[in-house]
T-cell receptor, first 115, second 111 residues
């Protein structure tokens, strides 16, 4: 396992279409995060999982966004009825958390362009 | 609300010189801090971390300093190289689990 893997790397979609992204974390990591990043900004928190449980979801995340991590391994992020404002880099990260926070390792991201 | 921010949006440094990137955080409950480096089109790459029970931590060519009194974090890069050109982010975390990022500092290394 060489790190966090995200698929696809790039996605162009028409407004109104649904898209789904996949993230495969580092295998022994129990925590998985989704972030969104726009040009010139820092990553913005969307949601995170501890094993299969979704522990927090950002208030910025509309009902069109849903994330799952059904078996506590890979995760998917779905955006329904995409809008141009959804265009961004979607980053996944994972970490091994026990009693203390540890470093989160990021994937290369999925760049979404909504046209 | 609580936030993490950076003082300088762009830092230009001559090759071979030392770089210092600063970060201010406002959440006093944060107990874990990370510096990330991000190159264009790539995900953030972990550089170094520090916990709130420490003031200083050193890595290879990098040093992170934490001043809890003034809620300030800095990253020092020794002998800056062209490959250090990137955007640098600080991130904070606490018992709530998620990482919160600042806006980033663009470091430009000039020959």
């Amino acid at each position: 396992d060489t790190g966090v893997s995200q698929d696809p790397r790039h996605k162009i979609t028409k407004r109104g279409q649904n898209v789904t992204f996949r993230c495969d974390p580092i295998s022994e990591h129990n925590r998985l995060y989704w972030y969104r990043q726009t040009l010139g900004q820092g990553p913005e928190f969307l949601t995170y999982f501890q094993n299969e449980a979704q522990l927090e979801k950002s208030r910025l995340l509309s009902d069109r966004f849903s994330a799952e991590r059904p078996k506590g391994s890979f995760s998917t992020l779905e955006i329904q009825r995409t809008e141009q404002g959804d265009s961004a880099m979607y980053l996944c990260a994972s970490s091994l958390n026990n009693a203390l926070n540890t470093e989160a390792f990021f994937g290369q991201g999925t760049r979404l362009t909504v046209v | 609300g609580e936030s993490v921010g950076l003082h300088l949006p762009t830092l230009s440094v001559q090759e071979g010189d030392n770089s210092i990137i600063n970060c201010a955080y406002s959440n006093s409950a944060s107990d874990y801090f990370i510096w990330y480096k991000q190159e264009s089109g790539k995900g953030p790459q972990f550089i170094i971390d520090i916990r709130s029970n420490m003031d200083k931590r050193q890595g290879q060519r990098v040093t992170v300093l934490l001043n809890k009194t003034v809620k300030h974090l800095s990253l020092q890069i020794a002998a800056t190289q062209p490959g250090d050109s990137a955007v640098y982010f600080c991130a904070e975390a606490g018992s709530w689990g998620k990482f919160q990022f600042g806006a980033g500092t663009q470091v430009v290394v000039t020959p």
